[in-house]
């Protein structure tokens, strides 16, 4: 069933409250991924300018990027599956 086909068992109210839900769930991981690009951006910037002195903290930005983009991909399909429960009344 598509995410834009509305749910007959649920009412209005209910069905747009979960579309809500699921437009503030993307955008979130929007956020999760503009966090990471602009650590992405940092590190690099770091180690095109400072090679010696900035190598070490710009690799870190480089893992914390990674690490913040793998977080974000999770919650989101996590977040994805409740609502899928809840659209179809397992709930």
């Excluded at 598509?2 to 409250?17: G, K, V």
């Excluded at 992405?40 to 002195?53: D, I, K, M, T």
């Excluded at 974000?72 to 009344?89: D, M």
Aim: aromatic residues 6%; charged residues 15%; glycine residues 8%.
């Amino acid at each position: 069933m598509s995410a834009t086909t509305p749910i007959p068992s649920l009412p209005l109210s209910d069905q747009l409250a979960l579309q809500r839900t699921r437009l503030a769930n993307e955008r979130t991981l929007l956020t999760y991924v503009r966090t990471s690009l602009a650590l992405v951006g940092f590190g690099l910037a770091l180690l095109q300018f400072h090679p010696e002195r900035g190598g070490r903290l710009g690799y870190s930005a480089l893992a914390v990027a990674a690490l913040v983009l793998a977080v974000g991909l999770w919650r989101f399909r996590v977040h994805r599956r409740q609502l899928a429960t809840c659209q179809l009344g397992e709930n």
